[in-house]
């Protein structure tokens, strides 16, 4: 229950940061003072609510890995991308306790 409740408080958190999205100081998609990896500047990526990595199905990806996510969002952005990204980022969340 302990568990349960603590992933709710994460899931919480992450839907307090959209607030940030509606006044404009966040993306909803875009790199998180958690990600271990920062896009370089010059590709102009905000910070976000969610991260790209996010939707990478490792806990610990590599590198390589985390750019090519990286690209494929930049060249494919779409509604249902990000839908898709928010989707994986709250199912980790509830996950990441259980791996």
């Known amino acids: 229950?302990?568990?349960?409740?603590?992933?709710?408080?994460?899931v919480?958190?992450?839907r307090?940061?959209?607030?940030?999205?509606?006044?404009?100081r966040l993306n909803l998609i875009g790199w998180t003072p958690a990600d271990s990896y920062r896009p370089?500047?010059?590709?102009?990526?905000?910070?976000?609510?969610f991260s790209?990595?996010?939707?990478i199905p490792s806990f610990h990806p590599g590198i390589d890995?985390?750019?090519?996510?990286w690209q494929?969002?930049?060249n494919n952005r779409s509604l249902s991308l990000?839908?898709?990204i928010v989707i994986s980022g709250v199912r980790r969340t509830l996950r990441s306790r259980h791996e």
């Open 72 to 74: 494929t969002y930049l």
């Open 1 to 10: 229950a302990v568990a349960r409740s603590a992933d709710l408080a994460q």
């Open 52 to 55: 790209v990595s996010e939707s």
């Open 82 to 84: 990000d839908v898709e």
């Open 16 to 24: 307090s940061r959209l607030k940030e999205v509606l006044r404009g």
């Open 65 to 69: 890995e985390i750019n090519r996510s």
């Open 12 to 14: 919480a958190k992450k």
């Open 40 to 49: 370089p500047d010059e590709w102009d990526v905000r910070p976000g609510a």
